[in-house]
């Protein structure tokens, strides 16, 4: 089993829809990540979390929102969504050495 | 907000070729990491620098820390089928509160 696992690795959906991306992790890291990738722009962070009592916006926050339910498990919600939120999205998390563990993706169309 | 330049964006070569990668911003970075990610999987760890002029090589890659910790390259020597994949630098900052930032990466076509 993959240490970093998100669900839906697939999801097609509507403009003004609800969306929520899980992640679970089995690495018993306390940071925890979750990044966005388009084509030419790399990856930018949305949202991070220390611990379970600690959340912190990324560089493009805006029409996100996370909940670190446990230490193992960090979700990324689209309150409404809208079609330029269609991209990759990866959650990560991140050992003592600074070394990051992404889950495989998950593709969010928005039509 | 700190900017990580990396070039060249594409890059389509034959087996058995050379390349470098480049890195480069105008901030100071306390670490440097390269990833490789393939098709369909997230990106992976290929290093880690933290020293300014460090070099670590790993097989055919070769990867640099500039002295001033501004810039990083990636070399590979020979390249094969298999080092096909999108290469991305990402440099470590802020202490306490650290983070990752990422440059656009490098997408590598390594033809047989």
């Known amino acids: 089993d993959a240490d970093v696992t998100q669900t839906p690795r697939n999801r097609i959906t509507k403009t003004g829809k609800r969306i929520m991306l899980e992640c679970s992790q089995t690495?018993?890291?306390?940071?925890m990540y979750w990044y966005r990738q388009d084509p030419g722009l790399g990856l930018r962070l949305i949202y991070y979390?220390?611990?379970?009592?600690?959340?912190n916006k990324g560089e493009i926050s805006d029409g996100y929102s996370v909940s670190r339910q446990a230490q193992a498990k960090f979700s990324l919600s689209l309150e409404s969504a809208i079609p330029n939120q269609t991209a990759l999205y990866f959650c990560?998390?991140?050992?003592?050495?600074?070394?990051?563990?992404f889950g495989e993706g998950s593709r969010l169309t928005v039509l | 907000t700190q900017l990580l330049e990396q070039s060249p964006q594409f890059l389509s070569i034959q087996e058995g070729e050379n390349l470098t990668v480049y890195c480069n911003s105008s901030s100071v970075f306390s670490s440097l990491q390269w990833y490789r990610q393939e098709p369909g999987e997230g990106p992976v760890l290929l290093v880690t620098v933290v020293t300014g002029g460090e070099v670590k090589k790993l097989k055919r890659l070769t990867f640099q820390f500039g002295d001033a910790r501004k810039d990083s390259s990636l070399h590979i020597t020979a390249a094969q089928p298999g080092d096909t994949g999108l290469y991305l630098c990402a440099g470590g900052s802020g202490g306490s509160n650290y983070k990752l930032t990422f440059g656009k990466g490098t997408l590598l076509t390594v033809n047989p």
């Open positions: 690495k018993g890291h306390d940071r």
């Open positions: 979390s220390f611990d379970v009592k600690d959340i």
């Open positions: 990560a998390t991140r050992e003592n050495t600074g070394e990051l563990f």
